[in-house]
């Protein structure tokens, strides 16, 4: 059983269109995370939701429009993309309970704008 | 400015070898230290997670944990060629916070 899915694995597009990217977890989680990983493998935070709202919006600009209709899924809409948003982009889901709170990562979607 | 520091390497070691990956942070506020292995294309895939100060051992891996020192450690005892990878180490508050991450350490292991 898959734990946290995305989809698309691969996304390519032109610069300037609007795209979105979706994940589900099925662990039963209360909080999802968007993470966004650039070409240096650098693993950064971008969005975190608890229960359907949204936590923490690190600097990340506002063509980046998350979603989560429902604690189980998060999704990720962008809009006019530039090229400097080619990346692998990392859903991620947690529950911090029993002393643990470790964060499970979804396959990743690699997004390249072109 | 939360910073996790981390060696890229790459950090060659032979077959059979200790292998050891060392990260600094900068937030004394941390209470969650996590070790995820990253294979090229894939996901981060969780190794270890240590809360508390000391060793924890969970088979060929035993991280350490200095808080007065802000310093973590993997060691990964008997390494395989399978054992090459990345290496991430990542921090936060606790409970269900973002994960500062460090740039990763490149392992290779020859056989």
């Known amino acids: 059983d898959t734990a946290v899915s995305q989809t698309p694995k691969y996304l390519v597009t032109q610069m300037g269109n609007d795209k979105s990217i979706k994940c589900e977890q099925n662990l039963g989680h209360d909080t999802m995370y968007w993470y966004k990983q650039d070409s240096k493998k650098f693993l950064k935070i971008m969005f975190s939701y608890n229960n359907k709202e949204l936590i923490i919006n690190e600097t990340v600009p506002n063509r980046f429009s998350p979603k989560s209709p429902d604690k189980a899924h998060l999704n990720l809409h962008i809009n006019s993309l530039e090229l400097g948003d080619s990346a692998v982009y990392f859903c991620?889901?947690?529950?911090?309970?029993?002393?643990?709170?470790?964060?499970?990562f979804g396959p990743g979607t690699r997004l390249t704008v072109l | 400015q939360k910073e996790v520091e981390q060696n890229s390497g790459p950090l060659s070691v032979p077959e059979g070898a200790i292998a050891s990956l060392n990260c600094t942070y900068s937030?004394?506020?941390?209470?969650?230290f996590f070790w995820y292995r990253q294979y090229s294309g894939k996901s981060p895939e969780l190794i270890m997670f240590i809360y508390s100060n000391g060793d924890k051992e969970d088979g060929r891996f035993t991280a350490q944990l200095n808080k007065a020192s802000q310093y973590v450690s993997l060691l990964i005892r008997d390494s395989q060629p399978s054992d090459s990878a990345t290496y991430l180490c990542?921090?936060?508050?606790?409970?269900?916070?973002?994960?500062?991450f460090g740039k990763g350490t490149r392992l290779s292991v020859i056989a």
């Open positions: 937030d004394r506020g941390s209470q969650s």
């Open positions: 990542a921090v936060n508050i606790g409970g269900n916070t973002p994960l500062v």
């Open positions: 991620a889901s947690s529950q911090a309970s029993r002393g643990e709170d470790t964060q499970y």
